[in-house]
């Protein structure tokens, strides 16, 4: 989870984030289903519940390494 501001879209919004880890793996797989498709990404692969099983497995990161990965991901055009 997260809480405080962030930029978005170049706005500035205040708020909270829930964390992720409480949902059961078929919930967490479908909302980044949604979120995938209403990005325009219709064509990706859809995420399995054994995915996230297995993601859940991964050693975990800190908040900088997060914001790391997500710079990574900017300016390699992944994502905005």
């Given at each position: 989870?997260?809480?405080?501001?962030?930029i978005?879209?170049?706005?500035?919004l205040?708020?909270?984030?829930?964390?992720?880890a409480?949902l059961?793996?078929?919930d967490?797989?479908?909302?980044?289903?949604?979120v995938?498709?209403a990005?325009?990404k219709a064509?990706?692969k859809?995420f399995?519940a054994?995915?996230?099983?297995a993601?859940?497995g991964?050693?975990?990161?800190?908040?900088a390494q997060?914001?790391e990965q997500?710079?990574a991901l900017?300016?390699?055009?992944?994502?905005k």
């Open positions: 989870g997260q809480t405080g501001k962030a978005v879209d170049g706005k500035p205040s708020g909270f984030m829930a964390a992720y409480r059961p793996d078929k967490l797989a479908d909302l980044l289903n949604y995938t498709s990005a325009g064509k990706s859809p399995t054994a995915e996230i099983k993601a859940r991964w050693p975990k990161m800190t908040a997060v914001g997500r710079a900017v300016k390699s055009g992944v994502i």
